[in-house]
């Protein structure tokens, strides 16, 4: 039905996390209309992101790095105030962001890259375990200093997926003889009692204070 | 529009818990089909309720009295095995059935009757601050025995009325020098790091095992 | 959990329309604390409910017989100036309140009791179908004067169930030989183009005026 | 907290239609983990979407003008089976698409480019009124052939704001003299009568066949 210049584009977009065809045909719509400058500074933008985001070789985190591009590490890798006796184990990107905004951890980061639904094999081998372990065993092959962990916290979701995830993480990285702890559950802001689960509310008696 | 006997009856169902006239007009056609045997079964269930529920003297949880009319106190209370150094108090009856649920309280309950929101003098007054008072200080005097207060959990709802409850609750029960609890805060099952506030992601953090 | 007097009303409640057994719960609990007096004025209601109402036996309504328990008809049947040569068949009680609200039809209804899912044979026996067809086809028989009827109205939801349901008595009304229609179709009030689906929104282009 | 490079970008993102923060981050960790080959493949799509694509000279629909850089008309105004006696005016290109896929209408379109809301006079400029005006009295001057409007269907989507925009370009166009027609409202597949307000079901009734 659409053009397919525009229908090429709608199959990219749709490939984008949370959208369909119909929130891509929008997308393009926006283009399309876009004045030039607009226009020129997207795509830009766009163009620069790859040239100047670098991934932390210790934690798969994004960074910056135009000031200096022989820099390896993110900065909170880089950052001496830290903790480097944490490490906090993450799915994803934007999780890291969450935790950051908290300001109640000041650890370092792992960014997995994923969960495992099931136990398939192809979900297995997405998440980087093997280059978690490296850098648990030898963070110092890594670019980082100072690492000295005396706590894993695997904060994975509460999901059935994050559980599976954070059981199998759990049995790989035992016999590395470190502390393993996963986030306290309990009741969120807003909830409330009649509508939690039983584990929930259960964890909210253990927990409280 | 309709009968006034129907429109009577569905101005009274429309005061029930979470019920609106739409589903008032549903119930009172549900309730005109019903077969006569039914429809008695029902009549004689309410009819019966008041007569055999009373009301717990100590913790207000209605409770069957058909067995033994002489009765003031709700199994859980007469219970012995309960522990009675803890004392929770809690919104309403159906609270202390999501408690009961999880297994993981073996302690006293008591029913609040109510939360305030802002602090309006209404709302205040309708809670059983003073029911609650005499309670902790004279246990003995409302038919419960062995009562040794050690901790009281207040189990508000993690949301801006509990909140503002469980303030008020606290700043009433402090001068009498019994440890004080709330309910531990954090992720619950189910739910996304991603979508989770600040405050509950730093609690799940603190309280991480 | 609890008390079997509570638990036998929660069964009862939970058979209400909408009614699952949480909501069950905080119904009987309303119920023992509601002051004597609003108990009792509840009771009365509903056993007056079904002492002064009786079903028409022409359109299966429910209507209020206790000004005159020889009266068999609604008023709606009753009243000369509804238009009696059309005749609209509805599901259920409250959808001839909603049409009612329209004020923008005059004629006769006949409430069917159900749907059709599916076609199983339990659903088809539940609606009043040998009972729709006995009162198109002589309506003097059951205490309605001046029927002549020219058009029936199918008003079955435009949903896979009501679908089926008004095909069904499409055919089963057909040899009767009188015109048959359906509600039209088209874009509702607050909704969107964008959003709608192909029959609905080719059905609102044919309808255009 | 992002790095400005990644800020940027999420500030961009976040002007594109339903796009918020959140979402906008995700897109960015997609882009940068997207394969080089498939981020160029992206980046060409997007390149290529502004050179390719004309907005037509008649009706305002993007079209690809790649093949022949001298086309003014996009394919549904060159093409002369349809019926060019119908204009339908549509707030927005996605509109126009969800409409041919009906199948059910054959006329021409005119993009309005947006909805009044109340009746600001930002609003009422954003809108190609002098535009639709000029193509309706003469046609001819903008690169089509054959127009003959005998009926101009306003699309408005039947919302508060579409009642508006129809209402202010019904007032506009009257004085030209040719018939305006709305789309028909009713039920839309899958809707109830008991969740349909009183203006869609009484359409209903009087749009019944």
Not at 16 to 40: H, M, N, S
Not at 81 to 107: A, N, P
Not at 131 to 148: A, C, H, S, T
């Amino acid at each position: 039905m659409y053009p397919p210049v525009i229908q090429k584009l709608i199959n990219l977009f749709s490939k984008f996390p949370t959208v369909g065809p119909r929130t891509a045909a929008r997308f393009i719509f926006y283009l399309i209309k876009l004045p030039q400058e607009k226009f020129d500074e997207f795509l830009n933008s766009i163009t620069n992101l790859r040239e100047s985001i670098k991934i932390c070789s210790f934690c798969f985190n994004p960074f910056d790095a135009s000031a200096n591009s022989e820099e390896k590490l993110c900065p909170i890798c880089q950052n001496n105030s830290r903790d480097k006796t944490l490490l906090c184990i993450i799915e994803k990107e934007t999780d890291l962001i969450s935790i950051e905004k908290t300001k109640r951890y000041k650890g370092l980061y792992f960014i997995l890259g994923g969960t495992i639904s099931g136990l398939k094999k192809n979900d297995i081998e997405k998440l980087k375990i093997k280059e978690l372990e490296e850098r648990i065993k030898n963070p110092e092959n890594f670019d980082i200093q100072g690492v000295d962990l005396k706590e894993i916290i695997i904060a994975a979701n509460p999901t059935t997926e994050g559980e599976v995830t954070a059981l199998y993480i759990e049995r790989e990285l035992k016999p590395l003889g470190i502390k393993i702890t996963r986030l306290g559950r309990g009741l969120p802001v807003g909830g409330e009692l009649e509508y939690a689960d039983e584990e929930t509310l259960g964890s909210a008696f253990e927990g409280r204070k």
